[in-house]
């Protein structure tokens, strides 16, 4: 397929009849750039002022919209809603549902964004343009290249709301050869992949496109690459040498980004956002699999961030923090931090008391009720359909007040959550 559209948005003005060839080529054909975005505005007020579904159509229709183009503006218009869940201020932005939910949240992309900044970036995977709002402010030029045309002219039309002005927009396949041109020597090449809604083998070949074939196609010309990828891809699975970060927003596992060729600065890295903190390093396991004992009572135990975990640098964290530290693997997705003392570091996310520890099965209801708890909330790998039928069959017995957190580390583990996070 030909690289068909290119559109840039310092002369948006004379590209008018561009941008109409593109909206030919969606559902929207036959309705022009600046009516859209209009409709787009003037429904969104009507809705956030509480005119709702069948009432929302009638304002289009005598605006001159056919049926099928009311779909995609309305659905633009519900979707502006949810925009700021991912952008801080999204009311003026434009995203189908669709854009939206694979569009990269604001606060992800401002941090890859800055990593990336150069004279030129090239986005061979732009969507609707959720990271390219990132890339243009602190980057020279941006080319954003979709294969979609409809993403491309939402990108387009979120350009334009932000008056952006250093981005051109490029309608086609990033393997064709117009997008490769555009691509000048030593630029950045920032690549999310389309991906399946349920990964399989959980490897890279599902991704579209391949970041292998990206890096052959633009690995000559570009000095480094961004490659936003699923957390849950296996490293094992990563034949090209890059940096693996793992990104977590409010303790929440978010994504992870591999970085090659210039970008690279170490094999692994952990960053908390919104913080922005940054724990660097090689990959290698600190963990005791012994269990916690009743020895720790009246100890502390903390939560290790996610993204400290799955980067594998847990004994980078624990690097220095002292002989009464302990480091426990809970079920390959949790791991806690045992200590003696309170301890204050970004990467620690909740703190606890521990109240018991290695109870066995057939004295916990005893010690639950010796603890004086009342609420259990369970932390342990349990299918979701037990969850509630085992909580509740504990519960019945209890009348006391605390509420405390069930762990399984050998045997129960029985915390309290510290509320001031316990630093
Ligand atoms: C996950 S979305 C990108 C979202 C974007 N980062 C954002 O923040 O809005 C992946 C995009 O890759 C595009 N895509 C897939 N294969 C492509 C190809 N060969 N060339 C260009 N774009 C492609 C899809 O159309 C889709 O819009």
């Not at 505005?41 to 001159?64: C, F, I, Q, T």
């Not at 060729?261 to 940054?278: F, I, M, T």
């Not at 980078?316 to 693997?329: K, N």
Request: hydrophobic share 40%; with cysteine.
């Amino acid at each position: 397929m030909a690289a068909s559209y290119i559109i840039d948005t310092s002369s948006i003005e004379k590209e008018g009849s561009e941008a109409d060839r593109l909206i030919s080529l969606t559902s929207l054909q036959g309705s022009s750039l600046p009516a859209i975005m209009e409709a787009v505005d003037k429904a969104w007020k009507l809705a956030s002022s509480g005119v709702h579904g069948m009432a929302l159509r009638s304002p289009l229709e005598m605006m001159g919209f056919e049926h099928s183009q009311m779909d995609v503006i309305l659905d633009m218009v519900l979707t502006r809603k949810r925009t700021r869940q991912k952008y801080i201020d999204g009311s003026d932005l434009f995203f189908t549902s669709e854009g939206l939910r694979w569009a990269t949240p604001e606060i992800a992309a401002e941090h890859c964004a800055r990593r990336l900044a150069g004279p030129q970036v090239v986005d061979v995977t732009c969507g609707q343009g959720g990271q390219v709002l990132s890339l243009s402010k602190v980057s020279d030029r941006v080319i954003a290249v979709d294969i979609d045309p409809l993403n491309c002219l939402v990108a387009l039309m979120n350009c334009i709301s932000r008056k952006i002005s250093n981005v051109t927009i490029v309608n086609g396949d990033c393997f064709d050869h117009v997008p490769i041109g555009m691509a000048e020597e030593g630029c950045a090449i920032f690549c999310d992949p389309a991906r399946p809604p349920v990964s399989v083998r959980r490897e890279l070949s599902e991704m579209v496109p391949d970041p292998r074939k990206v890096l052959r196609s633009y690995g000559d010309i570009a000095a480094g690459s961004c490659f936003e990828v699923p957390p849950y891809i296996s490293m094992d699975k990563v034949d090209f040498r890059c940096e693996a970060e793992y990104v977590s927003i409010e303790g929440r596992l978010n994504r992870l980004n591999l970085y090659t060729g210039n970008l690279y600065v170490c094999e692994r890295s952990a960053v908390l956002l919104p913080g922005g903190e940054v724990l660097k390093g090689i990959p290698g396991s600190a963990l005791v699999d012994r269990p916690i004992t009743g020895e720790r009572v009246g100890c502390y135990a903390y939560e290790v961030d996610p993204s400290v975990v799955r980067s594998d640098l847990t004994s980078q964290l624990v690097a220095g923090m002292g002989e009464h530290v302990s480091v426990h693997g809970l079920d390959g997705r949790r791991v806690l931090l045992v200590s003696n003392e309170r301890i204050d570091h970004p990467f620690l996310k909740q703190g606890y008391r521990i109240l018991a520890a290695g109870v066995p099965d057939r004295d916990l209801n005893t010690t639950l009720i010796m603890l004086g708890a009342g609420k259990v909330t369970l932390r342990y790998g349990i299918d979701p359909e037990e969850y509630w039928k085992v909580r509740l069959g504990l519960e019945e017995n209890l009348n006391g007040r605390k509420k405390v957190q069930l762990f399984k580390a050998g045997g129960y583990l029985v915390l309290e959550k510290m509320e001031d996070r316990g630093i």
